[in-house]
């Protein structure tokens, strides 16, 4: 069955730290994509980046990068120089799927990030 | 770029009482929605993945009697949460998809139960 685990549930840094938040998975499943969500007190669900099993190539975004390493079934995601609006839950996530077009998608733990000044 | 409506973002009733919940689709035709449940400090528990025009599929351990799931047309889902009691007060939303790796978002139904 699918599963991903986020094992940091609280990381507390101070601003223009670095962290990373750690995201395993475990999939049956040859094709499925991979992704990350910001989630602010308000509750909405922020889309930061989606990966394809195919594709390993490292991402960056401003402050933001991924690394995908399928050998260890892991997809980490680092912010530089954090900032105080960083803070936020962040769920890493798995598609798992259901038909050739559709699939279902299953949330890690969450990682309660708190950025302090 | 895709946008979903959930409505009410709100909404408190009575215990005994059935709330029913919107999750739309603006711009783009959902092949497949879905329902989350969120308690506070916890992650998101998928309930259940409704098609258009078939019954909806639960998750292991979620009352589908207790939580009627709707999908009329494409662009439109509802999630009613019948004989509501104070358990049932979370977070849900609602995500729509139409292939396997772009899911789109509402923006939560926080229900209290009183």
């Known amino acids: 069955a699918q599963k991903v685990t986020q094992a940091q549930t609280e990381i507390s840094v101070v601003e223009k730290e670095d962290v990373t938040l750690d995201c395993v998975y475990e999939t049956r499943d040859t094709t499925y994509y991979l992704f990350w969500y910001k989630q602010p007190p308000s509750g909405e669900l922020v889309f930061l980046i989606r990966r394809n099993s195919f594709d390993e190539q490292n991402e960056i975004s401003g402050r933001y990068s991924w690394n995908f390493q399928k050998s260890t079934s892991s997809f980490n995601f680092t912010i530089t120089a954090s900032q105080v609006v960083d803070s936020a839950v962040y769920f890493c996530?798995?598609?798992?799927?259901?038909?050739?077009?559709?699939?279902?998608?299953?949330f890690g733990q969450g990682t309660t990030l708190q950025v302090k000044p | 770029g895709a946008v979903v409506s959930q409505h009410p973002s709100r909404v408190i009733c009575k215990s005994g009482t059935s709330v029913k919940i919107e999750c739309r689709s603006l711009d783009f035709q959902a092949t497949t929605m879905f329902w989350y449940r969120q308690f506070p400090k916890q992650s998101l528990m998928l309930m259940a993945t409704?098609?258009?025009?078939?019954?909806?599929?639960?998750e292991q351990g979620v009352e589908k009697d207790k939580f009627l799931i709707n999908h009329a047309s494409l662009t439109l889902s509802t999630l009613t949460v019948t004989s509501a009691h104070p358990e049932d007060s979370s977070f849900y939303i609602c995500s729509a998809t139409r292939t396997a790796y772009g899911y789109t978002f509402g923006s939560g139904t926080r229900l209290t139960v009183v």
């Open positions: 409704s098609n258009e025009g078939s019954k909806a599929t639960y």
């Open positions: 996530a798995l598609s798992e799927l259901l038909s050739s077009n559709t699939g279902k998608l299953i």
